[in-house]
Nanobody, 120 residues
Framework: HVQLVESGGGSVQAGGSLRLSCAVS????????MGWFRQAPGKEREGVAA???????SYADSVKGRFTITMNSVQNTVWLQMNSLLPEDTAVYYC???????????????WGQGTQVTVS
């Protein structure tokens, strides 16, 4: 039984930073693809960042240069470091995992419950 639990969300001023964490249990994500997604009110869920089984990261153009995805397979944890935050980054952020490389596609098999990020 796979579970993903996000934490680290909150409210920050524009230009500030947050680091989101995703704790994964039920399987070892070494060799898996992990992704971060977000959904703002009235908007479709969009891919933000992903890291594949080779450790290669990809980012949405809107966050490139500001966000960084990292992972530690020993600790079963994935992070999303968010710098230079903008009001447009306000959304619920979700962690996702899959045995296949899904990149920024929303077709991941496993999803967390989400954590709210608000930038003002």
């Amino acid at each position: 039984h796979v579970q993903l639990v996000e934490s680290g969300g909150g409210s920050v001023q524009a230009g500030g930073s947050l680091r989101l964490s995703c704790a994964v249990s039920g399987y070892t994500y070494r060799g898996y693809c992990m992704g971060w997604f977000r959904q703002a009110p009235g908007k479709e869920r969009e891919g933000v960042a992903a890291i594949d089984s080779d450790g290669i990261a990809s980012y949405a153009d809107s966050v490139k240069g500001r966000f960084t995805i990292t992972m530690n397979s020993v600790q079963n944890t994935v992070w999303l470091q968010m710098n230079s935050l903008l009001p447009e980054d306000t959304a619920v952020y979700y962690c996702a995992a899959d045995v296949f490389d899904r990149g920024l596609s929303a077709e991941y098999m496993y999803w967390g419950q989400g954590t709210q990020v608000t930038v003002s």
